[in-house]
């Protein structure tokens, strides 16, 4: 049985634990909050490649490094909000985004090296998410065990959707908003106001939270269950690492062969130890449910999907094109913004139709903006000509989110609302990881040899380029300090080439070309990406045609109450 903090939470529902309206406002902000502090890293890309100078790969873990804990650690949070109370994950998730946003406004400025300045803002964002880890599966489970019919369920998962979709849009205006203050920080810098602003909320969010928010758990057939902690955790971690580091360290070398085999031997031991557990961290059995089975494939490719297609749309926006975070920010009002508009219809669908259909649908719009937005050129730099795509995503992003959500919770029983919304944010977690390590080591990759062929095939240019690295030989003292982080950003990768300016404007108001590589890596940028974005369509389509093989996972088959159910389906 799910149990209380308080009586009164029960009354009018036979005991059982009901959903409050105070609880759901602390669980709307603290998911808003997580998805905020996911989003923000998006619109400031730029920024940050401007100011701390990383190299392509450092870049791409600034970001991943957010999403490694949330996917490695949500089936373990999963559990201790089960045992323990889920209201005290959800004001402790909070509060590490508030330590991780603190560590990032105080990331030093440019008297330290770029390796020390990029480890501290990489550590930031691992701590922020181990506190979305903590906050994405609890919110989730709170909404399920306080829900006990149709209506109610359907409506407090879209509710929940729509507060993860409404953060991915308000992360990136906060960080295009906070791009426009020019006190505290210098030039580029910044990009730390964006910090400051997920600092306030996941303080406001960890105080509403331990005022309002009514403790809950279920603790029946739940343990700590520590060898299948530590085998999933570090199988996913070592996964995402070698998928990640891949593309930088090399596919072959040595340190990445050996993360992939200690992935597979982890997760093949955590295969293992869960089958032999009195009280598994994962109840395998729940897997012989076809409809969580399928769902749970489903929202790994459809989620890689649509984050290659979001992640692809930042890097183009604000990197490869230069446009300012707050003007980029508009693409993010289609992508999260919708969630809200569309809440009443959202909820209405998943009321009346099988899960299934929405999910198929959301999923199909969103592969078909991937295919749309490749067809865009880059060298169209206003937002009007991606409005289309990004309405597109922004429609099916709303429906996938609570669709995903709706299939995982309604297809196991109440008791083991932890346990789903666990896997489920698991899975979507993981998709989320991968979608930006895949496609960043893909277009990147591509790009990269683009380049080099272009340099190869091209004396003039390799001769530009020779003269552009032996400039800060011969330049004046007072110049040599920037001719050098210019040489160096041009060589970390495509992005750093594509980041510094082609030509440059002398005092007495002449133009003088500066950096041979800026068009050829801008092009080369604008094709890789484009790639990326049909690979992401292409995912989130194949995503939307498994659905059509899953089990019912319908409204009509849901656990509304404890009692026990069969997991064969």
């Known amino acids: 049985m799910v149990q209380i903090d308080s009586p009164k ?3 009018g529902e036979g005991g059982r634990y009901t959903l409050t309206s105070g609880t759901l406002a602390a669980v709307v902000l603290a998911v808003c909050l997580a998805q905020m502090a996911l989003a923000v890293p998006s619109l400031i890309n730029g920024l940050i490649q401007q100011d701390l100078a990383p190299s392509s790969a450092q870049l791409t873990w600034i970001t991943d490094a957010f999403m ?25 998730g909070a509060a590490l985004i508030a330590v991780g946003s603190t560590l990032a406004v105080l990331v030093p400025g440019s008297g330290y090296s770029t390796d020390t300045r990029v480890s501290l803002l990489i550590l930031a964002q691992l701590l922020s998410g181990i506190g979305a880890a903590a906050i994405f599966p609890t919110s989730l489970a709170m909404v399920a065990a306080g829900t006990h019919t149709t209506a109610t369920r359907a409506r407090g998962v879209a509710v929940w959707a729509a507060a993860l979709s409404i953060g991915g849009f308000l992360g990136p205006l906060l960080a295009g908003l906070s791009t426009k203050i020019h006190s505290g920080w210098a030039g580029n810098a910044n990009w730390r106001w964006a910090y400051v602003g997920v600092l306030v909320i996941a303080a406001v969010s960890a105080l509403l939270s331990l005022a309002i928010a009514r403790n809950s758990s279920s603790p029946e057939g739940r343990s700590l269950d520590w060898p299948g902690q530590i085998t999933s955790a570090l199988g996913l971690f070592a996964l995402l690492y070698a998928v990640i580091q891949g593309s930088e360290s090399g596919w072959g070398s040595p340190q990445i062969v050996i993360a992939f085999l200690a992935a597979a031997l982890l997760l093949a031991l955590f295969v293992f130890v869960e089958n032999r557990a009195d009280a598994p961290l994962l109840l395998l059995s729940v897997f012989k449910n076809r409809a969580f089975a399928v ?6 490719i459809g989620m890689f999907g649509f984050l290659a297609i979001m992640y692809s749309t930042s890097i183009r926006l604000t990197v490869v094109q230069g446009i300012s975070p707050l003007k980029a920010s508009v693409a993010y009002l289609f992508f999260g913004g919708i969630g809200l508009v ?18 198929f649908t959301g999923l199909a719009l969103i592969g078909s903006s991937g295919l749309w937005f490749a067809g865009v050129p880059t060298s169209d730099r206003t937002i009007t000509a991606i409005v289309g795509p990004l309405i597109l995503a922004g429609v099916g992003s709303a429906l996938a989110f ?16 932890g346990m789903a919304s666990g896997a489920t944010s698991t899975f979507r977690d993981l998709g989320f ?11 990147l990759s591509k790009a990269a040899k683009e380049i080099a062929r272009n340099l190869a095939d091209n004396p003039s240019l390799s001769k530009a380029y020779a003269a552009f690295q032996a400039a800060p030989a011969h330049a004046p003292a007072d110049q040599k300090p920037q001719l050098e982080a210019a040489v160096h950003a041009v060589g970390s990768g495509p992005l750093g080439a594509n980041s510094v300016p082609g030509s440059i404007t002398s005092p007495d108001g002449h133009v003088i070309p500066f950096n041979p590589l800026k068009d050829v890596a801008f092009h080369a940028l604008s094709s890789s990406y484009s790639l990326a974005f049909v690979l992401g369509g292409v ?15 319908g409204v009509d088959q849901a656990h509304l109450d404890d009692d026990p159910h069969t997991l064969d389906g």
């Open 295 to 300: 769902n749970s494939v489903v929202t790994v």
């Open 9 to 11: 939470v029960a009354e």
């Open 402 to 417: 609570a669709a995903i959500s709706a299939v995982a919770v309604n297809t196991l029983p109440n008791h083991l609302a």
């Open 342 to 359: 569309q809440l009443p219809l959202t909820s209405k669908l998943l009321e009346r139709y099988n899960p299934r259909w929405v999910l």
């Open 539 to 553: 995912a989130a389509l194949v995503a939307a045609a498994l659905t059509l093989v899953g089990g019912p996972g």
């Open 68 to 92: 490694l804990p949330v996917a490695a650690l949500e089936l373990g949070f999963g559990v201790f909000g089960d045992l323990f109370g889920r209201k005290r994950l959800l004001v402790g």
């Open 433 to 443: 990881a991968l979608g930006p390590a895949i496609m960043g080591a893909v277009a």
